[in-house]
């Protein structure tokens, strides 16, 4: 089905002239709301927490969902969950398409488990193609070990998980589980294991209560229930056998149980989806001056929220209610690379996204930075190559370092990943910063870099050409991609107030 019916608008820049930049996180936020994909949310240990009535439901279903955002048709998703001998077989597919920057980027997702007859995770396999972007991830349990296995595109990367119990996956689309018997007044918690980054945590479900729901010209008995998913909240209506109806989630996105019939007159009357950008955009008050050179920044944080965003102790602060942010002045390097520090460790390791061990990475940042061996200047060398050698495009992608390299397009997330892939593999320790930019007009999501000098980190934007970055660089965490989507806790509910800059 095609859904590239809206018009593409050419591709903007912000009103500074600089490419308004769009991160990764928030298309994962897409996915993570809609399928549940890179294995977030997936992976539940055996013995769940339920109260008597609760129970996992076990029935064969084949449901279609309309999904749209502001109200505008954006595509469709597929949950099948059939019988198998010994167990089950689910299949979920997502069709839908995001307007980033006004230019329309189709997204397909599809996600193939075997899980035995009480849902324990036998083997998995996931796809997501985005246009010239694609990501292919599978996993198998063998004993109490999950094996995670990244295809040969990606560098034929494996990794070895051991679990301390046997884990359910879960379906895609409503609950984390399918679960019969709920009570007006129930709070379930699902402790999640997330094999990405080996975390654990809960998942709450508070039951709502009971009613009648609108559904094919005909009422449907549900239950309404509000789902907590790291620091995001949604709301849900759920029939007897725990399958979704509706989904109300962040961003504006609604999820409905559909058919084919329904989903064809859907696309039919297309109409303008809103832009993921500004949908995601974070309002200020105060207005901040164009000046490249700006040393001081200091901004009050106000919403609904309980803000953990970092003290890094080189150019950020946040303390009660208030972030500063100074300027920075570019160390001198206390090192030669290669780094062979055992506390930096963390920041040299190659990842599934960050394949800083790929053979194609390695001789292009041994190509780049050459005999140089102060980490400052090889810094500034692959700050500013990533800058001058990728195109500045909109992706809607799960970006790895080695696909960025060899297709040299994306927005501010490819361009972080892949310079730091490129730092660590000549030795430079390296992290992505995913936070907020201030772009002319508002705070947009962001994500840049920092490496490290030998006692301190000092930031670059290789989207933006910054070395070090401007000060209206606002850091809310630290990590690789898995860690990315905990960005969600943000979205819809920070606002930000200028109170000094200067």
Not at 118 to 124: A, G, M, P, Y
Not at 183 to 199: A, C, M, N, S
Request: glycine share 8%; proline share 6%; hydrophobic share 40%.
């Amino acid at each position: 089905m095609n859904l590239m019916k809206h018009p593409v608008l050419p591709f903007r820049w912000a009103p500074s002239g600089r490419f308004n930049p769009a991160i990764t996180a928030i298309v994962v936020l897409v996915w993570l709301v809609l399928m549940g994909i890179l294995l977030k949310d997936r992976y539940f240990p055996s013995r769940i927490p339920l109260s008597e009535s609760v129970q996992i439901s076990a029935t064969e279903s084949d449901d279609w969902f309309l999904v749209r955002i502001g109200g505008a048709y954006s595509g469709f998703g597929r949950s099948r969950q059939v019988r198998r001998e010994g167990g089950w077989k689910l299949l979920d597919e997502l069709n839908i398409s995001l307007n980033i920057q006004g230019q329309l980027k189709p997204v397909r997702i599809m996600n193939e488990s075997d899980v035995d007859g009480e849902f324990h995770l036998e083997r998995f396999e996931l796809k997501i193609a985005s246009g010239l972007i694609s990501f292919d991830v599978r996993g198998r349990m063998d004993g109490r070990d999950l094996i995670i296995e990244t295809p040969g595109s990606k560098g034929s990367a494996q990794r070895k998980l051991k679990l301390y119990e046997t884990p359910r996956i879960a379906r895609s689309l409503g609950l984390p589980v399918p679960l019969t018997g709920l009570k007006v007044g129930d709070e379930i918690k699902l402790p999640i294991f997330d094999p990405l980054d080996g975390q654990k945590w809960d998942a709450v479900i508070n039951v709502l209560e009971k009613a009648d729901i609108e559904m094919n010209a005909s009422k449907v008995e549900a239950w309404r229930v509000r789902a907590i998913f790291r620091s995001m909240e949604a709301t849900l209506w759920i029939d007897s056998e725990g399958r979704l109806i509706k989904g109300r989630m962040p961003l504006g996105i609604t999820v409905i149980r559909s058919d084919k019939t329904e989903i064809a007159r859907e696309m039919k009357g297309l109409r303008e989806l809103p832009d993921m950008v500004s949908l995601t955009s974070v309002p200020v008050e105060g207005k901040i001056p164009d000046n490249p050179d700006l040393q001081t920044l200091r901004l009050k944080v106000e919403g609904r929220g309980d803000w953990h965003i970092p003290s890094d102790g080189f150019r950020q602060k946040f303390e009660g209610s208030e972030i500063t942010i100074t300027r920075e002045t570019i160390p001198q390097a206390t090192y030669a690379l290669p780094d062979n520090d055992e506390r930096m460790k963390q920041f040299l390791a190659a990842s599934p996204f960050i394949r800083s061990d790929h053979p194609d990475i390695i001789a292009k940042a041994r190509e780049i930075v050459g005999t140089q061996t102060d980490p400052v200047k090889a810094a500034k060398l692959i700050n500013t190559w990533v800058y001058t050698n990728l195109k500045k495009v909109p992706t809607p992608a799960v970006p790895d370092a080695h696909t960025v390299l060899v297709n040299l397009q994306g927005d501010c997330n490819e361009h972080a990943i892949l310079a730091v892939a490129l730092a660590r593999a000549v030795g430079l320790p390296a992290r992505v910063a995913v936070g907020l930019v201030y772009s002319g007009d508002g705070f947009y999501y962001h994500a840049w870099v920092n490496y490290w000098a030998g006692k301190t980190w000092f930031s670059g934007d290789p989207l933006l050409d910054e070395l070090p970055a401007s000060t209206t660089h606002v850091a809310l965490l630290y990590g690789d991609v898995d860690k990315h989507v905990n960005v969600i806790g943000f979205l819809g509910r920070l606002t930000l107030k200028v109170v000094e800059a200067k």
